[in-house]
Nanobody
Framework: QVQLVESGGGLVQTGGSLRLSCAASVRTFTNYNMGWFRQAPGKEREFVAAINWSGSSKYYADSVKGRFTISRDNAKNTVYLQMNSLKPEDTAVYYC????????????????????WGQGTQVTVSS
């Protein structure tokens, strides 16, 4: 059974930084392409960033490009989301997601591309 556990959320001021982590309890982490999504109150869950199994390909939402960086450490079964220059509109619950679908056959930004989801971690950016 695949379990994804996010951590690292919290309260930060505008312009600040946070690093989210997602630890995966899987036998072979390199079988999984990973993504981050977020959901603000009253809004639909939206794509943030995705990374392929090796870390060689990354994909970002336009709203976070240049501010957020996704990375992974396959030796630690962990994917990260470094968030810099945070804005109040970044406030949301952030979810980690994983999939065994081929990177070249999936839409990295698509919710339905992912088989597994974490429980989420709250990020609040104060103005």
């Amino acid at each position: 059974q695949v379990q994804l556990v996010e951590s690292g959320g919290g309260l930060v001021q505008t312009g600040g930084s946070l690093r989210l982590s997602c630890a995966a309890s899987v036998r072979t982490f390199t079988n999984y392409n990973m993504g981050w999504f977020r959901q603000a109150p009253g809004k639909e869950r939206e794509f943030v960033a995705a990374i392929n199994w090796s870390g060689s390909s990354k994909y970002y939402a336009d709203s976070v490009k240049g501010r957020f960086t996704i990375s992974r450490d396959n030796a630690k079964n962990t994917v990260y989301l470094q968030m810099n220059s945070l804005k109040p509109e970044d406030t949301a619950v952030y979810y980690c997601a994983g999939t065994t679908r081929s990177w070249y056959l999936m839409r990295p930004e698509g919710l339905h591309s992912y088989n597994y989801w974490g429980q989420g971690t709250q990020v609040t950016v104060s103005s």
